[in-house]
């Protein structure tokens, strides 16, 4: 994972009817799919797909490295080899990214479509007022003087918006640090620095940790990740074992 990381330049995330979906874009090879497990195959045009339990996973012309649930990773292909228009959204977004690329590094952004998305926002109370007005929102990780620097942007087309997605996010803040205090300390330590404001119709988040505290954060991942391998590979013995075995049963008689 801190390999592929490392190679890469742009990630995106997108969620709909069909489940979540990833897309990475920098330099990849198969390798980068060892995290899919099954040895299921099937193509699509020229790629070749690998499937886990519940996820797939192909790399296109090794720039492109698409993860994503059930079958929502056909759409992207598509979307790649240009057989599908680009949705309404793509241009402004892209527009988006371009004002504020200065983050460099890893960037990730999300637009905020009708439909579904907007009215899963619409349904939570503390985000239901800006929905109508919110367009997008990017978050980049880049290198700091002093470790690493997070930068967040929702922009909105209202500063009555920007104030909703400040004061649900305030709110946030303060029940995320009181929770993971108890359960993971560096993080909630990271959680209550978050520098929360607004600017103009923009609302922003900004997090300067220096390298012990990133190192902190690494860890205390690090550390969960093997656990969980650790847990899953239990089960998997026990699931090894558990099987029935079959036994004879008593000798019967033929019939005279």
């Known amino acids: 994972m801190i390999e592929t990381a ?13 489940g979540m979906v990833a897309v ?18 099937t193509t699509r045009r020229q790629h070749l797909i690998r499937h886990g339990r519940r996820s797939m996973g192909t790399v296109v012309d090794g720039r492109y490295l698409v993860f994503a649930e059930h079958s929502s990773v056909d759409g992207v292909l598509d979307r790649l080899d240009g057989l599908e228009d680009p949705a309404p959204q793509t241009v402004p977004l892209q527009n988006a990214i371009a004002a504020v690329d200065g983050y460099q590094t890893y960037f990730t952004a999300v637009g905020v479509p009708l439909g579904e998305l907007r009215e899963e926002l619409g349904r939570e109370r503390g985000f239901r007022d800006m929905v109508a007005d919110a367009r997008w929102a990017a978050m980049s990780i880049a290198p700091s003087s002093a ?6 942007r929702v922009h909105t087309v209202t500063e009555a918006a920007a104030r909703v997605v400040l004061d649900a996010s305030q709110d946030l803040q303060q029940q995320a640090t009181y929770e993971l205090m108890r359960e993971a300390p560096p993080i909630a330590v990271g959680v209550r620095a978050l520098v929360l404001a607004t600017e103009g119709t923009d609302a922003t988040l900004r997090w300067t940790g220096t390298d012990p505290e990133v190192r902190d954060i690494i860890e205390f991942f690090r550390s969960e990740f093997e656990n969980d391998a650790a847990r899953r590979q239990q089960y998997e013995d026990v699931d090894a074992y558990a099987e029935p075995v079959p036994t004879p049963g008593p000798a019967v008689a033929p019939a005279p």
């Open 6 to 18: 490392a190679r890469t330049e742009v990630l995106a995330f997108g969620a709909g009817n069909s």
């Open 24 to 41: 990475l874009q920098g330099s990849y090879t198969p390798a980068d799919l060892a995290f899919v497990t099954s040895e299921e195959r």
């Open 147 to 152: 470790g690493l620097e997070v930068r967040g």
